[in-house]
């Protein structure tokens, strides 16, 4: 199986930054795409940035050029640096893989047990 741990959430003030960290582990052959989702009280869990093996990245609309992730496929190991932090970034952060547990599988998704962030003066 496969298992997500992320670190680095905490309390920040509007204006700072926070760097997430998920590294995965376990008996898997191939990660392919790597992702942060977040979820705040009240709503519904959503995209905030995805990137895939290869590096290419994809953006929700309200963190582009604030948020950067990133991916260190030696580690199995994603990043979200978050910059210009705002009150509406207070959620709680899921990262997400995509796996390939044996060549020729299908993909299976897993997720981190979430760390929270909160925004706040």
């Known amino acids: 199986q496969v298992q997500l741990v992320e670190s680095g959430g905490g309390l920040v003030q509007p204006g700072g930054s926070l760097r997430l960290s998920c590294a995965a582990s376990?008996?898997?052959?191939?990660?392919?795409?790597m992702g942060w989702y977040r979820q705040a009280p009240g709503k519904q869990r959503e995209l905030v940035a995805t990137?895939?093996?290869?590096?290419?990245?994809n953006y929700e609309d309200s963190v582009k050029g604030r948020f950067t992730i990133s991916r260190d496929n030696a580690k199995n190991t994603v990043y979200l640096q978050m910059n210009s932090l705002k009150p509406d970034d207070t959620a709680v952060y899921y990262c997400?893989?995509?796996?390939?547990?044996?060549?020729?599988?299908?993909?299976?998704?897993?997720w981190g047990q979430g760390t929270q962030v909160t925004v706040s003066s």
């Open positions: 997400n893989a995509q796996v390939i547990l044996q060549v020729f599988s299908p993909s299976q998704s897993y």
């Open positions: 376990g008996s898997f052959y191939l990660i392919l795409d």
């Open positions: 990137i895939t093996s290869g590096g290419r990245t």
